[in-house]
């Protein structure tokens, strides 16, 4: 099978030298048994690699189990790793396998590894080196068959030499260490990656991809994408839902980029109207298509900028007057007064828009739902860490 093939079979889209080194140590390592670390930032796909490993080994036919060691609370994590017997702590009411022994035969990706705490990492050395293992609450040793596979964002040897992470955990689990590069780093990944995002979701609701200019894909390049890949995914998705699959421009992508890239001074305008130049100087500068100057553009920049944040101070303003008057009115048990219904139509809407905690509860609700209760996928969704969204699943009570 070529790289080409493996890359199609496993969503891997990038035709940069980084991606290609990666892919191509991914393929020389699949088919052993050593331990794999995958590195790089949160959001540049070391999920979409793990797979890939576990689907190019020999054990593809066994199950590949997941789990984020961030996401799961210390005191939970290893009874969540290793099992646990009945009455083993409270809440333990039965007998329950861990991830290991429901792994034994296929491959355990661990993910966010850098998150798990001394304690644990004792306990997983034990595994790596010789299989065997204990239930929370039980002396008896289990043993296991399982590949290990490893990921994190941060850099484990730091933390080896702060003593929060075990030096020989680190050498085991780093036998072979594949390195995903941030996108900053690889602009031209960007294109096809857009391209995917953009035909995948149109497929998905039915409507036609037309594509993105010229300028609107150099526009992309020079945004710096902390987020990474993911990022980049949200991004396309939405615009491509809601624009209904529509050319992207500058334009259309300009209410999507965060309000800290909009910015006065920034090296670059989010709008339709200018383009990104670095030739004829030293550094970055802002070329206007109508024949502009800088001055007259940033004037401009800033002139809408605080029109922006003055409608929307407005409207901020506004709701919660209506909302402090709907207040008055309830506590002191006013009569009706003429368009009442519309008083409280306009205090039921600003009431919706700023109760913060009830429209996260709904949203966190609908990712679940779309993605039929996975909670990492549904992190991704949202754009936040499996362990911030189980601590919102445990504070609104949905779990």
């Not at 996108?183 to 294109?191: A, C, T, Y």
């Not at 710096?224 to 500058?250: A, D, K, Y």
């Not at 553009?297 to 003055?310: G, S």
Request: charged letters at 30%; aromatic letters at 6%; a negative charge.
């Amino acid at each position: 099978m070529d790289l080409a093939t493996i890359k199609r079979r496993f969503g891997i889209v990038g035709e940069s030298l980084l991606i290609q080194q990666a892919v191509e140590r991914l393929v020389q390592v699949a088919p052993t048994d050593l331990s794999v670390l995958i590195t790089g930032e949160s959001g540049t796909g070391k999920d979409v690699f793990a797979r890939a490993l576990h689907g190019l080994s020999k054990r593809s036919g066994r199950r590949l189990v997941s789990l984020n060691c961030g996401a799961i609370p210390e005191n939970l994590l290893e009874s969540e790793l290793f099992g646990h017997e009945r009455g083993a702590f409270t809440g333990a009411v039965e007998r329950r396998k861990g991830y290991f022994e429901a792994a034994d035969g296929g491959t355990i990706f661990l993910d966010e590894i850098g998150e798990m705490p001394i304690g644990t990492q004792v306990k997983l050395l034990r595994v790596l080196e010789s299989g065997e293992f204990s239930r929370v609450g039980s002396s008896d040793t289990l043993y296991t068959d399982v590949r290990v596979l490893a990921a994190t964002n941060r850099t484990l040897e730091q933390d080896v030499a702060d003593g929060l992470f075990r030096q020989d955990l680190y050498f085991r689990l780093n036998a072979v260490q594949i390195h995903l590069p941030p996108l900053r780093e690889r602009p031209e990944d960007i294109g096809p990656l857009v391209e995917m995002f953009g035909r995948s979701v149109a497929a998905e609701h039915g409507f036609e991809y037309r594509g993105i200019s010229g300028e609107a894909l150099q526009f992309l390049k020079n945004l710096p994408w902390q987020g990474n890949v993911r990022e980049l995914r949200n991004m396309i998705v939405t615009i491509t839902t809601l624009e209904r699959g529509e050319m992207i421009t500058p334009a259309t992508i300009r209410p999507y980029v965060p309000r800290a890239l909009k910015a006065p001074g920034t090296d670059i305008y989010r709008g339709g109207n200018f383009q990104h130049s670095t030739s004829g100087g030293t550094g970055a500068s802002l070329v206007h298509l109508n024949g502009k100057t800088s001055d007259q553009v940033e004037r401009e920049l800033i002139y809408k900028t605080v029109l922006e944040i003055q409608t929307e101070l407005r409207e901020l303003k506004q709701a919660l007057i209506n909302r402090e008057d709907e207040r008055r009115r309830r506590r002191y048990e006013l009569p009706p007064i003429e368009e009442a219904d519309a008083i409280e139509d306009d205090a039921s809407s600003a009431e919706a828009e700023f109760d913060l905690e009830r429209s996260e509860e709904m949203m966190i609700r609908r990712a679940l739902d779309h993605v039929s209760g996975n909670r990492r996928k549904a992190a991704e969704v949202l754009g936040i860490s499996e362990r911030t969204l189980y601590r919102r699943l445990v504070k609104f009570g949905l779990i």
